[in-house]
């Protein structure tokens, strides 16, 4: 089946610091949606993208659609320690032709605050 | 307020007994999943309907079933028959619009089999 890959898959912030991660795939996509999930909880939507090229933010939070279609990043500045949790991107392949039930998602990056 | 909600948010199950999740919504969405989640995994779908009456099995499905009887439920049993149920389980809805795909989760159920 697709996947997605996404990284990293884990990383220490100090706060203050800009926070970079990625989703890329072999496959083409028509929608990529970024999820933030704190322990225990279910996730919660941060952004989502449907046009190639496409930048969005959302507060702290920016995250862009790739040319390619392929690819997905997410950025967060100025990090702050309520920023720690589990980011997951996920993604809608363009040959299932917009059907909601296909989501593919990826296994997520961890953010944990350095000791 | 509008939302999901699932319950119960813990629960613990004997092997060999079946077992039903709930799922509520009533944000009026069309569409509703069930994914099961496990550490270090992303999400993998097990069931989701698009319109009342109507469900299609997702990546992995064994072991599992659901009903739609009404647009705001989405129930979901893990029978006896699913071989590693302990799992995070998550519900999630979303408008049946062209062109969104935006999907909205519970704040899941822990299940736990004794």
């Known amino acids: ?71 997905s990043f997410l950025n967060i500045s100025a990090s702050i320690p309520s920023d720690v949790g589990i980011y997951f991107c996920a993604g809608l392949p363009l040959n299932y032709g917009g059907s909601q039930g296909n989501l593919i998602f990826g296994k997520g990056t961890k953010l944990s605050v350095k000791p | 307020d509008g939302g999901i909600t699932q319950s119960p948010k813990y629960l613990f199950r004997k092997e060999g007994q079946n077992v039903t999740l709930s799922c509520e919504q009533n944000l009026n969405h069309d569409a509703m999943y069930w994914y099961r989640q496990d550490p270090g995994q992303g999400l993998r779908l097990i069931y989701y309907s698009q319109i009342v009456n109507d469900f299609q099995k997702g990546d992995i499905a064994e072991g599992y079933s659901v009903s739609r009887e009404k647009k705001e439920s ?27 795909d935006e999907q909205f989760f519970g704040p899941g159920t822990r299940l736990t089999v004794l």
């Open chain 1, 1 to 71: 089946g697709q996947q997605l890959n996404q990284s990293p898959q884990s990383m220490f912030i100090q706060e203050g610091e800009d926070v970079s991660m990625n989703c890329t795939s072999s496959s083409i996509f028509n929608t990529w949606l970024w999820y933030k999930q704190d322990p225990g909880e279910g996730p919660v939507l941060l952004i989502a993208l449907y046009k190639a090229g496409e930048l969005t933010s959302n507060g702290r939070l920016t995250a862009q659609f790739g040319i390619t279609r392929k690819d």
């Open chain 2, 74 to 100: 989405f129930p979901l049993t893990v029978t006896s028959a699913q071989k590693n149920p302990t799992a995070f389980y998550l519900c999630a809805s979303s408008i049946e619009t062209s062109g969104r």
